[in-house]
T-cell receptor, first 112, second 113 residues
Framework: GNSVTQMEGPVTLSEEAFLTINCTYT??????LFWYVQYPGEGLQLLLK?????DKGSNKGFEATYRKETTSFHLEKGSVQVSDSAVYFC???????????FGTGTRLTIIP | EAGVAQSPRYKIIEKRQSVAFWCNPI?????LYWYQQILGQGPKLLIQ????????DSQLPKDRFSAERLKGVDSTLKIQPAKLEDSAVYLC???????????FGDGTRLSIL
């Protein structure tokens, strides 16, 4: 079956630090990959996505590259801000059933 | 465009009571999903509708949970009777007919006493 494994948190960084949150997946076929972000008290928002191998998704300074050979989709940002504090979820979607499979989430806290 | 609307935002009930949640998806979105998100975990799909038909309810505890989407637009999720382990955030999401990313509402936080 499908599964997503995320770097365990919580992660605490200082403002302007470099961020990496690891994500690996197991899936049949060729899934699409997503990062969602959840701010306190809110629902999930799509942050970025990639639909095929070697695609790079990017948004708001965040990037992730779909690596088929390592089955990974690590999230990176060069310089984090306090406003990036949130929970980040990696997810995959297999076409045909449109079901999202989520990782357990990584809580990120940025301190000034 | 208006997002996915959910109500109520918060609900506190005692175990063995009943509760219902409401969701109005983004206009024109054919597919609607209900997820359960337990504290510290990722969302888990409970049920998926395509228009007013059920596509997948394999993870729905059918002895106590029910959901409907009668006119293919808004949807309700009901729990009867509630158990302590049902304490969670219940998220509704929708996606357009041609596929594409799911858009989530802000969720209903349910606490069972």
């Amino acid at each position: 079956g499908n599964s997503v494994t995320q770097m365990e948190g919580p992660v605490t960084l200082s403002e302007e630090a470099f961020l990496t949150i690891n994500c690996t997946y197991t899936a049949t076929g060729y899934p699409s990959l997503f990062w969602y972000v959840q701010y306190p008290g809110e629902g999930l928002q799509l942050l970025l996505k990639a639909t095929k191998a070697d695609d790079k998704g990017s948004n708001k300074g965040f990037e992730a590259t779909y690596r088929k050979e390592t089955t990974s989709f690590h999230l990176e940002k060069g310089s984090v801000q306090v406003s990036d504090s949130a929970v980040y979820f990696c997810a995959l979607l297999n076409f045909g059933n449109e079901k999202l499979t989520f990782g357990t989430g990584t809580r990120l806290t940025i301190i000034p | 465009e208006a997002g996915v609307a959910q109500s109520p935002r918060y609900k506190i009930i005692e175990k063995r009571q009943s509760v219902a949640f409401w969701c109005n998806p983004i206009s024109g979105h054919a597919t609607l999903y209900w997820y359960q998100q337990i504290l510290g975990q990722g969302p888990k799909l409970l049920i998926q509708f395509q228009n007013n038909g059920v596509v997948d309810d394999s993870q729905l505890p059918k002895d106590r949970f029910s959901a409907e989407r009668l006119k293919g637009v808004d949807s309700t999720l009901k729990i009867q009777p509630a158990k302590l382990e049902d304490s969670a955030v219940y998220l509704c999401a929708s996606s357009p007919p041609a596929g594409g990313p799911q858009h989530f509402g802000d969720g209903t936080r349910l606490s069972i006493l």
